[in-house]
C-alpha cells in the first residue's frame, strides 16, 4: 500500500475507534508507506499505563502493522501533549 493510502488508513482506524484530540502520522520511509511514526492524543490514555496505551493502539492497527516494516507510536493523554507542544517550542527557540 503507498504511503498516502496507509497514513489515510491509520488515520481513519485511530479516529472511528479512540476520541482523538490530535494526531500526528508521518511516513518515515521516504514516502514508501513502509514504516510509519505517530504520535496519538486522545483521553482515553488518562489512567493508563505506557504499556497498556501501546497495546490498545496496537490492538487496533494489527493488521496495518503486520505490513509495515517499522513503527513507531506516542500515545499521550491532553496534558501530556499540552506539555510536549511546549517542548517542541522550547526547542526550536534555540
Known sequence: MAGAA?????GEILRSNLEIQDLEIV???ANCGTSFSIVVVSPAFQGKGKLARHKLVNSLLADQIAT???FSQKPLT???WEKE????????KV
Not at 6 to 10: A, K, T, V
Not at 85 to 92: G, I, L
Open 6 to 10: 496507509m497514513e489515510h488508513q491509520i
Open 68 to 70: 509495515l516494516h517499522a
Open 27 to 29: 511516513d518515515i520511509s
Open 78 to 80: 491532553p496534558a501530556e
Open 85 to 92: 507542544k511546549e517542548k517542541r517550542a522550547a526547542a526550536t
